[in-house]
């Protein structure tokens, strides 16, 4: 592993354990749990994985701009919280602009692999905003508002990060790129009391190229013998059936599973479970990508 990597990625898995023992909430159905959740992907995991595909972004500036941000999502709502959460933010911009200027705005699918993981930290950066500013974007709840900005830090930035390393099938990739922007076109169809196949649809199309990217995460760790992958695909994998079950709630109800259930099991699989070891092992792991 080279140092470069190494110690800002241990300083920001320290530094996320040490926000752990100061902030643990009372429960993990508690939405302090889900903020613990959140800081983890601009602490441990983001720094990591903007770095190995890029060496001119210097991983401890990364982290200079991911504690603030940490902070300010886990100290209570106001100016204070919104004013460490803009750098994030601005950050965010700056790497989305670089994406896009380097895109000639292409449509093939390499770009899009290429511009999707700041684009999805952008719209992660600017829900983590309005949590901390108290808004409520077209008329979600704190709660949503909150999921929203998980949502876009793992299963937009973090997967579409590795389904860029990793490849599979075109169409899988496709699926789950444009499957992390539908899920969220689907849960504002509902809010707005849009027919409930919009949603369904858009939780199937993600949940479904998950599960297969999961299982060639699966066996890519046991031909090379990385059990971080093994577990960590197979916790996606578990993620996702999860996702698929409450996204069909319309017409197959599970009274068990509700918000506070999904956010402290699906998302401690997709964030703490998958996420983590999956892009740690691969961070450090030097190989060709697939064309």
């Known amino acids: 592993m080279e140092n470069r990597l190494l110690y800002p990625a241990l300083t920001g898995l320290l530094g996320w354990l040490i926000l752990i023992l100061i902030f643990w909430p009372p429960s993990p159905l508690h939405l302090d749990y889900v903020r613990l959740i959140l800081v983890a992907a601009p602490l441990a995991i983001v720094p990591l994985c903007l770095a190995a595909g890029a060496r001119s972004i210097n991983p401890w500036l990364t982290l200079a701009l991911a504690f603030p941000f940490a902070l300010g999502m886990l100290i209570p709502p106001g100016w204070f919280g919104t004013l460490l959460v803009l750098p994030w933010l601005a950050f965010s911009l700056w790497l989305t602009y670089q994406a896009l200027k380097k895109s000639a705005f292409s449509l093939s699918l390499a770009t899009i692999r290429s511009i999707a993981p700041p684009v999805f930290l952008c719209v992660a950066a600017c829900w983590a905003l309005a949590d901390r500013a108290e808004l409520n974007p077209m008329g979600f709840g704190p709660d949503i508002t909150l999921l929203t900005a998980v949502h876009f830090h793992y299963a937009g930035f973090t997967l579409a990060w590795l389904v860029g390393r990793i490849r599979g099938p075109r169409w899988m990739q496709w699926g789950i790129l444009g499957g992390v922007a539908l899920v969220a076109v689907g849960i504002t169809a509902s809010q707005y009391d849009l027919p409930a196949w919009v949603e369904v649809a858009s939780v199937s199309l993600l949940a479904v190229c998950a599960l297969i990217f999961s299982t060639r995460i699966i066996r890519l ?26 996204g069909w709630r319309y017409y197959f109800p599970i009274p068990a599973l509700n918000i506070p259930v999904m956010y402290a099991l699906h998302g401690s699989l997709n964030s703490l479970v998958f996420a983590l070891p999956v892009v740690w092992s691969e961070a450090f792991f030097i190989r060709e990508l697939p064309k």
């Open 221 to 246: 760790g046991i031909s090379e013998k990385r059990w971080l992958l093994v577990s960590g695909g197979l916790a996606l994998g578990a993620g996702m059936l999860l996702a698929l079950c409450y």
